[in-house]
């Protein structure tokens, strides 16, 4: 087995892969040149794990751009999250619950929502037009942005705090918390079992995670494995 390991981050050095809106620029999001190496590898029929230690709500839309899809993954997140196995749906903004004086104005590049004459949303999309995150504003400020996952349900919520992030809420599938981010302080809380674990950085959760998975990984199939890295 041969298990790539993409760089695919934000430089924020929140553990966040890029998800662009669908009128961004998106010259910059690959996955470096692994892309390429993993379908040499596929076309050779070897078998190829990508290994996502970040988080891509819409990651299965991009890897089906780049002709990945299908591809086995272990996702950092997902393993976070609890979403093990979860069929796909696809989620309109109108499936939402919306207060009945909503007024919608229909822009060039994206949807936005007014109550009694007030912005109170902001709708965007991905490229394929999939519903990518929604903005919440109180006041004409922003104060939550609500992303969904490409298979079709709230993944996560980011608390906005006088124009600052503050915090980040992930949900499973049935819209249960399940770790919460402060990105202020940078620590981390995890819903397990046991209780809540509490991590004194994301890069301490991430590096449990992952370990765990390759120690289960080599149970599994041994010690044939070989790790791709990528650079960038």
Known sequence: MYYFVPSYYQKTGKWRGNSWVWYANRSMREFDDIVSQIKMFRAAEKEVTLVVSCYIP??????????????????????????????PGLLMWEDLDWPEDMEWVYTQFLIMGYQDGVH????????????????????????????YDDRGFLSSEIIYRDGREVEQI????????????????????????DGLKKYEKMEDLVRECIERYFLEQKKKCGSSGVLVLSAS
């Open 58 to 87: 819409d990651l299965r839309y991009y890897l089906h751009r780049q002709g990945l899809s299908g591809i086995r993954i272990y996702s950092l997140f997902d393993q976070i999250q609890g979403v093990f196995s979860y069929a």
């Open 120 to 147: 109170v949303v902001n709708i965007e999309f991905g490229p394929e037009s999939y519903l990518l995150w929604i903005d919440r504003f109180e006041q004409k400020e922003k104060v939550c942005r609500q992303i």
């Open 170 to 193: 992930f949900y499973n599938t049935y819209g249960r918390k399940t770790c919460t981010y402060d990105l202020v302080q940078g620590t981390v809380l995890v819903k397990g079992r």
